[in-house]
């Protein structure tokens, strides 16, 4: 914040006081308290925009420390996030003269509203710190359609105020003391909160869409997020403060952030070489491996799907021998195939500082898992066709003379980090049986989580009937759908599926979904009687989208057909779909319900997603009183993550996110289909996984292949 160029309010007070016009035009002085926009004018050119103010008195009078008055113009699309137009800070007198580019006036002239936001911030010369304790907002129509949010709030809100329902859209809050105030379901779209105080804040509903939140400080209770690709870099940070132990369990891994080579060390080199353990478990499924043999497991070790574990493995080694200057022992390391009694492991988890050096669970202050939608892999990283040198120098992979790597973070992901202990206990013991290769029977967590009651929502694999062993190589919902498989238990071991629809039939206005697959048909006819209850249910996906060389009958430029999107369109789902090649790839599995309770985390809409493989998700809530969820399921309290996921889906939605409306009624006249379970369901070929262990020695083959 740069408050040398902000006169105090006292200093320009009795100017203000003289001059500004009373609400009834008169021009007395103002006599009402409060802050007011009293009038906004806009030049023919919408070059300057002149804003009368009636300063809030009793502020002034109180001659603060380092008080400021600001004024945003702030545009109001029919879709997409509200954007500033400019911001200014008062320096003189009650009226504002804000002068705008030739740019910033034709966004004024081409938004479909646009509105004034005024807040004057009052800090305390009595402390120390830099918050503003108390804060005024008032807000103006500018020009155009402006959707009222709320009833306008032009009291000051301070401790104990009620701002519930307020309009505060484009309020300059930065460093604001907003402790016990109440503003639920307040519109903060588009505001500047960063820095403020809100730990005891009553946030339940609130809306806050494009809202900035840089180092908001939260309640003890609320868990914060990051949206990718924007925020990855904040995962090597987290990365980079472990100070003991990291645990890695994903789908798929490694590049040259996260990783790293030799000539350019990665988050988790420098981890090992500062002396920090680091463990990764990986899946191992679907490799295509002959059988099970010792024989065969080192055969399909050698396949290129494992390149970028070996590559990690040459990584880490690297790093383990070069400890940095000062530490006399590098830390360990270990690479793991992941345990057998999934179809798949697809979680996608980085647990920090959660487990001893002797792989006991142990909570700590430093304590925090990065429970996320993505994995953490660059496309083209240690891909043996690419270069023969891929073991040792990666990254040559992805790189070619006119572009490198791109980041480990690339496609529309969310990432909660996550500090509940209770919850961090609960998935570093599932993290840890995983690790372990326990049996079902063997396992003193797995029983137990279908039933949590707690934010932590599972898919959990295929439990035999009476836990001794791993499932049978072959069998239906195990590397083949090609027979029932009567070793297996009917219903789902985990709690995904359950929560999953009972999140969506929560919904009683609004349902924003995200998803990289939609093959699951409880979810999509879930889907579908949402919005025939009047739910307003939109999804946003990755799609091909048509082009000359597609090899189904389509309309170039637009989602090539599909059955899924035909049943969901016909019964009102609203679908965009992204250009899932050259565009932003939406791999985010994420909903949202009344903008208010939601699920983020690695399931997919399908069959073995929700049933079969290990997946962790969490569910969220932006209520503070978090038992009040409508659903009933548990919830953590995550406003941050509400709104991330509301801010990015805003984007993602609309055209100018590169988002087409799959509209099949004027696009393909086709006939829709029901939603069904497939009968008999698909077969698939038999695939051997890798051993649950650590991943079996590998000869470097002499030239790709």
């Known amino acids: 914040m740069n408050r040398k160029s ?65 004024v945003a113009l702030t545009s109001l699309p029919a879709k997409g996030l509200p954007v500033t137009i400019k911001r200014q800070a008062a320096t003189s007198g009650p009226t504002l003269r804000i002068a705008l580019t030739a740019a910033q006036a034709r966004s004024l002239r081409a938004a479909r509203g646009v509105i004034a936001t005024a807040t004057q911030g009052y800090d305390s010369p009595t402390d120390s710190d830099t918050y503003f304790e108390l804060n005024g907002v008032a807000i103006k129509k500018v020009r155009g359609v402006v959707p009222a949010a709320g009833r306008a709030c032009a009291a000051t809100l301070a401790v104990g105020s009620n701002a519930s329902g307020c309009d505060l859209r484009g309020a300059d809050l930065r460093n604001a003391d907003l402790n016990h105030v109440n503003l639920s379901r307040s519109d903060l779209s588009g505001a500047r909160l960063d820095g403020a105080r809100m730990q005891t804040a009553e946030m339940g509903g609130a809306k806050l869409v494009g809202a900035s939140l840089a180092g908001v400080v939260w309640s003890a209770t609320e868990q914060s997020a990051l949206t990718l690709p924007d925020s990855g870099s904040n995962i090597v940070d987290a990365i980079a403060k472990a100070k003991t132990r990291i645990d890695v369990i994903s ?18 080199m420098k981890a090992v070489s500062s002396g920090v353990d680091v463990n990764i478990v990986l899946n191992g499924g679907f490799k295509h491996c002959a059988s099970m043999s010792s024989a065969d497991q080192t055969t399909c070790a050698q396949q290129s799907e494992f390149d970028s574990t070996y590559a990690i493995q040459q990584s880490l080694a690297y790093a383990h021998a070069h400890p940095i200057p000062g530490v006399q022992t590098a830390g360990n390391f270990t690479i793991h195939f992941a345990s057998q009694n999934y179809q798949i492991t697809h979680q996608k988890s980085i647990l920090i500082d959660m487990i001893d050096k002797g792989g006991v669970p142990s909570i700590g202050p430093d304590s925090v898992a990065l429970v996320s939608t993505g994995n953490l892999g660059t496309y083209g990283w240690a891909a043996r066709s690419k270069h023969p040198d891929y073991l040792v120098n990666p990254s040559a992979g992805c790189t070619s003379a006119a572009t490198a790597c791109a980041d480990d973070w690339a496609a529309r992901d969310f990432t909660i980090t996550l500090t509940d202990p209770q919850l961090l206990g609960r998935i570093a013991q599932v993290f840890m049986s995983d690790y372990n290769c326990e049996t079902w029977g063997a396992s003193a967590v797995y029983k137990n989580l279908s039933g949590t009651t707690m934010a932590d929502t599972w898919a959990n694999g295929t439990l035999l009937g009476d836990g001794s062993s791993y499932p049978s190589i072959g069998t239906s919902a195990f590397y083949g759908n090609d027979a ?31 998803n990289e697959e939609m093959a699951d048909p409880d979810v999509i006819n879930a889907l579908a009687a949402a919005a025939k209850r009047k739910v307003d249910v939109q999804v946003v996906m990755a799609s091909e989208i048509c082009n000359k060389y597609s090899t189904v009958s389509c309309t170039l430029g637009q989602p090539v057909p599909s059955l899924t999107f035909d049943y969901l369109t016909s019964n009102g789902v609203k679908i965009t779909l992204l250009n899932a090649h050259s565009g932003l790839y939406i791999h985010a599995k994420a909903i949202v319900a009344d903008a208010t309770d939601g699920f983020m985390g690695s399931e997919n809409f399908g069959l073995s997603s929700m049933n079969y493989n290990r997946e962790l998700g969490l569910m969220l809530t932006n209520r503070t009183d978090t038992t009040k969820v409508k659903s009933g399921i548990p919830s953590i309290e995550s406003v941050d993550g509400i709104a991330q996921i509301f801010s990015a889906f805003t984007i993602d939605s609309s055209p100018a996110g590169g988002g087409i409306a799959y509209n099949q009624a004027s696009v393909y006249a086709k006939p829709v289909a029901p939603s069904t379970w497939p009968t008999p369901y698909p077969a698939l070929a038999t695939d051997f996984p890798m051993q649950c262990g650590p991943i079996p020695a590998r000869g470097i083959p002499a030239t790709p292949n």
């Open 6 to 70: 902000l006169l105090p309010l006292a200093a320009i007070g009795a100017l203000a006081l003289a001059i500004v016009p009373a609400a009834d035009g008169r021009g007395a002085a103002a006599s009402a308290s409060g802050l007011k926009i009293i009038s906004v004018t806009v030049s023919p050119s919408a070059r300057v925009v002149t804003v009368k103010l009636g300063w809030d008195k009793a502020l002034i009078a109180k001659a603060g420390n380092s008080d400021r008055l600001a």
């Open 484 to 514: 029932p498989n009567p070793l297996l238990q009917p219903a789902p071991q985990g709690n995904s599926r359950d929560r999953t629809l009972k999140l969506i039939a929560s919904a009683s206005k609004t349902l924003i979904v995200y």
């Open 251 to 268: 789908y798929t891994f490694g590049g040259p952030d996260i990783v790293g080579q030799a000539s350019k060390p990665g988050a988790l």
